[in-house]
T-cell receptor, first 112, second 115 residues
Framework: DAKTTQPPSMDCAEGRAANLPCNHS???????VYWYRQIHSQGPQYIIH???NNETNEMASLIITEDRKSSTLILPHATLRDTAVYYC?????????????FGQGTILTVHP | EAQVTQNPRYLITVTGKKLTVTCSQN?????MSWYRQDPGLGLRQIYY???????DKGDVPEGYKVSRKEKRNFPLILESPSPNQTSLYFC??????????????FGPGTRLTVL
């Protein structure tokens, strides 16, 4: 019962913006959108999360559509070190956050 | 340095020989979790713990045990390992409360091979 859908792979040129889409059409009102990434066989790394407003931090920006059914993670100036698997996850907020389920994610390859 | 540590990082064992993979975090996090990662299957949660003495099953708990006697430690126990438990294992922790409490911090991973 996948809650998110992501393209299996994407390519990006070094220095350009990488835009990674995620569909979460069944998202509930209290669920947040989280993004993690995993660089080859290392532990996953948190990137960013949001509820309904766009968010930005030192790593990336997160754009969530007004209906909250999809979102886009933006790496503004991709580098070779951004080559990784990117996971989009929806999780409930509040005090009960239970299971964290990673799907297949998107393999982002940044080319020189 | 704030971190999640796992030991051992690599382990080759034989079927049926009990083993424990340790996980420790120094961030005073309440929430801890174990995942396994297999090719084509992504990351799957094995067990998680909301606090000391509180544990619950994730998506793939069969063949595993956990305990949470102290806040910082969350060992994963394989009482009788089988070859289908050959996998890459990750421990993670997360604080509770506040806007970022679902940000999970992952350990470096333990690569387990069961012959």
């Amino acid at each position: 019962d996948a809650k998110t859908t992501q393209p299996p792979s994407m390519d990006c040129a070094e220095g350009r913006a990488a835009n990674l889409p995620c569909n979460h059409s069944t998202i509930s009102g209290n669920e947040y959108v989280y993004w993690y990434r995993q660089i080859h066989s290392q532990g996953p790394q948190y990137i960013i999360h949001g509820l309904k407003n766009n968010e930005t931090n030192e790593m990336a920006s997160l754009i969530i559509t007004e209906d909250r059914k999809s979102s886009t993670l933006i790496l503004p100036h991709a580098t070779l070190r951004d080559t990784a698997v990117y996971y989009c996850i929806v999780m409930p907020g509040g005090t009960s956050y239970g299971k964290l389920t990673f799907g297949q994610g998107t393999i982002l390859t940044v080319h020189p | 340095e704030a971190q999640v540590t796992q030991n051992p990082r690599y382990l080759i064992t034989v079927t049926g020989k009990k083993l424990t993979v340790t996980c420790s975090q120094n961030m005073n996090h309440e929430y801890m979790s174990w995942y396994r990662q297999d090719p084509g299957l992504g990351l799957r949660q094995i067990y998680y713990s909301m606090n000391v003495e509180v544990t619950d099953k994730g998506d793939v708990p069969e063949g595993y045990k956990v305990s949470r006697k102290e806040k910082r430690n969350f060992p994963l126990i394989l009482e009788s390992p089988s070859p289908n438990q050959t996998s890459l294992y990750f421990c993670a922790s997360s604080p509770r409360g506040g806007r970022g409490y679902n940000e999970q911090f992952f350990g470096p991973g333990t690569r387990l091979t069961v012959l």
